[in-house]
Each structure stands twice: as structure tokens, then as C-alpha cells.
């Protein structure tokens, strides 16, 4: 599940720095060529596909929730939300691509990095909510995944490192404990650091996207992955706060079905 390679140019100094190439099935995966099938077609799946998978390719494997078909419990708060009026400039969270290394079945926790793992620690924070952007989501399914500070990715043999599964609280909340994920080279340059999220929630479509962070020197237009990876979306791309634990806060919202 690790990235592999050797002899990459190095990132200037900053967010995690990448130390590994991703592999020519990464590269595939990211962009979404098409080629191959399999792990592969999995790997560059459309974001709207979202948490309902076939067997085998479910995050809701896990076990953590009640409904076995959408993933959380309803809340009786936010059956009225299609019929609230919206805020000015309210639209549904931006998707991204689901990328090759989603593993199902990641364990619930709310520390997705261990106390020891090595890298600068991170407290990504937010809420869920509802079309109207006002409305919260109790019960939704949060789904993470990310690389660690040199840019790997680790699978179910490391224990699931830096994945985890959540529920969204009676208010739409959530937060998890993290490090900054590092870039990692693909081509001749590299992805900026980026967390992974799937989000679903009944009554409304599963979101698969990705967590920017600003000021990252390889943000767009320095992205190799191009407009397939959708990194220029200014709602995903948030301000880094603090220090010992850094903070960010990535509020998501759902359309409904």
C-alpha cells in the first residue's frame, strides 16, 4: 500500500515533504486515465460514486453504524432542511477523485494518527451540513484516509495507519486528530498535501472529496494531477492555524438526493 520509488527531486521546505514517487497505477488512479481494470478501476473511480460500493469496496465495513444500507441513523433535526432558504453563495461541498488508495474497513476513531507517529500534529475540525448550509447532519458518516508526513500511504498490515471512520454528533460536529500529511512526487513535480474524505448520510449524496491547505507551494497552478484532482476549488482549501497541535476547520455540506 506504500508508495514506492527512489531518487525523487525534493519540495522546498514546509508542510510535510514527500519522499516517495507514486507508482505508475498511483499516477493512473489520480488522474483517472481509464487504463486497466480491477484495483485500478477502483482507484479512479468518479467522486460521485460516494460510500455505497459493491462488496468489497464499502467504508461502511467498518461495523460502526446502526443502518446497514446508508451508514448513520437518521435525526429527526434535519428531515425540513431542503425547504430552508439557503445562504447567500451556499452550495454543496466540491468533489474530488476518491485517488488509488482507499482501503474499506478503516476502524472508528477519532485519532487517526497515534501518539507516536512521527510528524507535526493536526486537529482538522468542522461540520456537516445540510443543503441550506444551515441545517445539521447528525449521524453522518465520515470516512478519512491520508498519507503520512513523508508522503506514504499505509494499508490494513500497518493497522490502518492515519484511517479512520466518525460520526457526525447531535450538532453536525466532528473532529479528529491528525499530522500534516506530506506531498509526494508524481511526474517531475509533486501533489500538495491533502487529506481524503467520503461522507454519506441518508437522503443525501455521498460526497467524495479532498482537504487542501493554503499556502502550499504546489497548489494550482504547481498541481502535476491537473484539473482531474480539482485542487483549485477555493471551499476545500483552508487556513492552517496554532502551533502543538496545528488547527484547521473544513465545514462540509451535502445536497440532497
Known amino acids: 500500500m506504500s508508495n514506492e520509488g527512489n531518487d525523487v ?3 522546498p521546505a514546509g508542510m510535510g515533504i514527500g519522499s516517495r514517487r507514486v507508482t505508475r497505477r498511483g499516477v493512473l488512479g489520480i488522474l483517472g486515465t ?6 485500478l478501476a477502483e482507484g479512479c473511480s468518479e467522486p460521485a460514486r460516494g460510500a455505497l460500493r459493491d462488496s ?5 465495513n467498518g461495523g460502526m453504524h446502526a443502518d446497514a444500507e446508508s451508514g448513520a441513523p437518521s435525526s429527526p433535526g434535519d428531515a425540513g432542511d431542503s425547504h430552508a432558504d439557503a445562504a447567500p453563495g451556499c452550495a454543496p461541498t466540491t468533489a474530488d477523485v476518491e485517488g488509488p488508495y482507499y482501503l474499506a474497513g478503516a476502524p472508528s476513531r477519532t485519532q487517526i494518527a497515534g ?22 447532519l447528525a449521524g453522518a458518516l465520515i470516512d478519512v484516509w491520508q498519507a ?15 484511517r479512520g471512520q466518525m460520526l457526525t454528533d447531535a450538532d453536525g460536529s466532528y473532529e479528529f486528530e491528525t499530522v500534516m500529511p ?12 491533502h487529506v481524503h474524505f467520503m461522507v454519506s448520510r ?4 455521498p460526497l467524495t472529496t479532498q482537504l487542501y491547505f493554503q499556502g502550499d507551494p504546489f497548489l ?24 502543538a497541535p496545528l488547527r484547521a476547520t473544513f465545514d462540509i455540506v451535502l445536497a440532497r438526493t
Not at 182 to 193: E, I, K, M, N, V
Open 220 to 243: 494550482p497552478p504547481n498541481d502535476p494531477c491537473g484539473t482531474g484532482c480539482n485542487s483549485d476549488e477555493p471551499d476545500r482549501v483552508v487556513a492552517v492555524s496554532g502551533a
Open 148 to 162: 503520512d508526513k513523508d508522503g506514504v500511504y499505509h494499508g490494513a498490515e500497518a493497522e490502518y495507519r492515519l
Open 56 to 60: 468489497g469496496m464499502d467504508p461502511h
Open 34 to 39: 481509464g487504463l486497466g481494470a480491477g484495483l
Open 202 to 205: 441518508p437522503g443525501h449524496a
Open 182 to 193: 506530506g506531498q509526494y512526487a508524481l511526474g517531475s513535480s509533486f501533489r500538495p498535501a
Open 115 to 136: 501518539s507516536a507517529e512521527p510528524g507535526e500534529r493536526l486537529l482538522i475540525s468542522g461540520r456537516v451540513l445540510g443543503p441550506d448550509c444551515v441545517t445539521p
Open 9 to 11: 527531486p525534493k519540495p
